[in-house]
């Protein structure tokens, strides 16, 4: 049994922009049934306080009011710390964008204190009388924490996880100063990247172990297509560093039982899901018809996730026997457009912006083909959620993509591995290619019933990429004890 200190700016469900939340709170809750002793530390913003059973913690010596909050995660028996902070996490909003759409301008100093806390709280200097043997960070917001925490005697072996290598948390020299960081730290062989304070770079190179959250991903960023200019400090740290597959929420997400569905549906009855499809094609104002593929879409509208190259070939798609359904929001210039070929044809093309968790669900157990033609993906969650509903993935090459989906051959059909459709360019025409391909492979009924099987029967569980981080909290306690 190890204790681990878990530190997230996001854990579902109390607080979520993206992939990074549904790790915050999957993993402890599967760390946990292991038999470990997990607590989730989490910035107190007053949403995610409100979302959760939270109470004052009074710590030793604490007069005023309290600063920290403690809950159960809802559903499970981890304990979460919320860190309040009127200033800092007491506003309304996303937590790290203004209404404005720009990072807050505080971002260093919130997350900044985030750090300091956590190692507090790591090094048992709050009155706690609990220790951590292992502080797992994640991404840039924690990215201090390994780099101070190095400084400590007898400190916890540390982990620091890179969900999005996109996102360093990069600030000018002047907050390097104002932030009263050790001054040694500002020196390319610590904090500063380029003449700029780089939160992330205290993860790398400051924690005993690295974490991405694939393979591939592990590996792509060693390059510079995919390094953001930190690849020569990941490559040097290659024995430090691997990639973990985040698992998925199997209980939200099985078709046997998802309650945002009208019927379920397994593996043995996959006919019932033309009934979904029926509910799907009407909820989105599109023609009933069981056999028009249906595509679909759910995530963020920005150039990561490919819309470009699915607006190019908007003139070809909407010439095609197809539907394609989408959700999600993102940059404007996008939204404009999507919007203005909804209104074209309405017939085979329909969008929802915004975020919905119900209707994503209903996509993802009614449409036939998922499309994720990300320019870059470190692990991707719809894919995977697509194959235990029986729709099958159409994904790009890349990252965590081409780790969790076998692209159709005629060897992969032929021995029944097959689970989508896999192309290699990030270029449009790649991308018209493998829709083209994915709707002759649909009229063939019984090749793709069995590649909706085979996707079916797969493990996407949180307990196997649990263990693989029990493994590495081994290593990296040995590697913080061997200095
Ligand atoms: P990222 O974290 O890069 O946005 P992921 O695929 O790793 O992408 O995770 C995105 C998560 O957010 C998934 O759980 C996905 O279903 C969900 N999601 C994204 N956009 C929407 C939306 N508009 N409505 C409902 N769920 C969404």
Request: glycine residues 10%; charged residues 20%; hydrophobic residues 40%.
């Amino acid at each position: 049994m190890k204790k681990i200190l878990f530190v997230s700016s996001e854990a579902y469900p109390l607080i979520k922009t993206g992939g990074l939340a549904d790790v915050s709170g999957s993993l402890p809750i599967a760390l946990k049934a292991l038999g470990h002793d997990v607590h989730i530390l989490i910035p107190g913003y007053t949403s995610a306080m409100a979302a959760g059973d939270f109470q004052p913690l009074r710590l030793p010596g604490e007069s005023k009011s309290p600063i920290l909050l403690s809950a159960l995660l809802p559903g499970s028996e981890v304990p979460v710390y919320g860190l309040v902070h009127e200033g800092y996490f007491g506003r309304g909003g996303n937590p790290y964008l203004g209404p404005d759409g720009k990072p807050w301008p505080d971002n260093a100093e919130r997350f900044s204190l985030l750090c300091h806390f956590a190692v507090e709280l790591a090094s048992n200097r709050l009155g706690l009388d609990w220790k951590p043997d292992i502080v797992h960070c994640n991404d840039w917001q924690t990215g201090l924490i390994p780099a101070l925490l190095n400084d400590e005697p007898q400190r916890p072996a540390t982990v620091f996880t890179i969900h999005n290598l996109a996102y360093q948390g990069l600030f000018p020299r002047e907050t390097f100063v104002r932030l009263r960081l050790p001054t040694r730290y500002w020196s390319p062989l610590a904090l500063e990247f380029y003449d700029q304070l780089c939160f992330v770079k205290g993860g790398i190179t400051f924690a005993d172990r690295i974490t991405t959250v694939s393979p591939t991903y592990a590996a792509e960023i060693q390059g510079k297509e995919f390094g953001c200019g930190l690849e020569g400090l990941l490559s040097q740290r290659k024995d430090r560093l691997c990639g973990i597959l985040n698992g998925i929420d199997a209980e939200s997400w099985n078709p046997a039982t998802d309650p945002y569905l009208p019927i379920h549906f397994d593996g043995e009855s996959i006919g019932k899901r033309l009934e979904i499809k029926a509910t799907l094609q009407q909820h989105f104002g599109l023609p009933v018809n069981p056999d028009v593929p249906l595509l679909a879409w759910v995530g963020r509208l920005v150039q990561q996730k490919g819309t470009d190259l699915l607006l190019d070939i908007m003139p070809n798609l909407m010439n095609m026997p197809l539907q394609i359904s989408m959700i999600g929001s993102g940059e404007a210039r996008y939204e404009k457009s999507l919007l203005q070929w909804s209104k074209l044809f309405p017939e085979r093309f329909a969008i929802r912006f915004g975020y919905d968790e119900g209707r994503a669900h209903l996509v993802e157990a009614g449409a036939d083909i998922f499309l994720m033609p990300s320019r870059f993906e470190p692990c991707g969650l719809n894919q995977m959620y697509s194959q235990r509903y029986g729709t099958v993935p159409l994904v790009r090459h890349v990252g965590g993509l081409a780790d969790t989906v076998v692209d159709a051959t005629p060897e992969s059909l032929a021995d029944g591995t097959a689970t989508g459709i896999v192309f290699d360019e990030a270029t449009p025409d790649a991308l018209l290619e493998a829709i083209e391909r994915g709707i002759a492979l649909h009229q063939d009924r019984a090749a793709w019933e069995q590649m909706q099987k085979t996707g079916m029967g797969k493990d996407f569980s949180w307990e196997t990429s649990a263990r693989q981080y029990e493994e590495l909290y081994e290593l990296a306690l040995q590697d913080s004890l061997g200095g």
